[in-house]
């Protein structure tokens, strides 16, 4: 599986001014709920009992909130970067402004493309240019974008 054909610009957003994780776990559960014509209320639900087992948050100002449901039938994800990072429990300690949220189905999904996304972020230039980004379309191709490993 390709974690790049997960996420599309549909399920994007910027530069959002949001205080707490709560929040962008809401944002998160709503653009995908959004883009998809379901309710929000079971991808929220899905994502804080994940996050209930222990913190998503992978540092350097990065939480990958991430959950099996019944709601969807093919991995999905969404992104959101912030205004202003929110504390989150990080391995550094360092409040998080990146929120890449992924569901997959419950009966047989799983998440064998997080360790491909995870050396991909790992990389210093991925992280600041999708903070650069100004635009859900700018974050998407910088996101996905090989050439900047």
């Known amino acids: 599986m390709n974690w790049r054909e997960f996420i599309s610009p ?12 709560r929040e962008a776990a809401e944002l998160l559960a709503e653009l995908i709920a959004n883009d998809l014509n379901i309710e929000a209320a079971p991808v929220l639900a899905a994502l804080e009992a994940r ?21 969807v039938r093919k991995p999905v994800g969404a992104l959101l970067t912030l205004k202003t990072p929110v ?7 360092e409040p998080a402004d990146i929120f890449i949220g992924f569901l997959v189905n419950s009966e047989g999904g799983d998440f064998s493309f997080l360790p491909p996304l995870l050396k991909h972020l790992r990389e210093g230039q991925v992280l600041r240019e999708i903070r650069q980004a100004e635009t859900p379309a700018e974050a998407h191709a910088r996101l996905v974008s090989p050439d900047l490993i």
Do not use: Y
């Not at 549909?10 to 994780?21: F, K, N, P, W």
């Not at 504390?87 to 300690?93: L, W």
């Open 51 to 71: 996050e209930k087992l222990g913190s998503t948050a992978i540092g350097k100002g990065v939480a990958l909130p991430h959950a099996r449901t019944p709601t």
């Open 10 to 21: 549909a399920r994007i957003a910027v530069g959002v001014a949001i205080t707490s994780r």
């Open 87 to 93: 504390p989150c429990s990080t391995p550094d300690g």
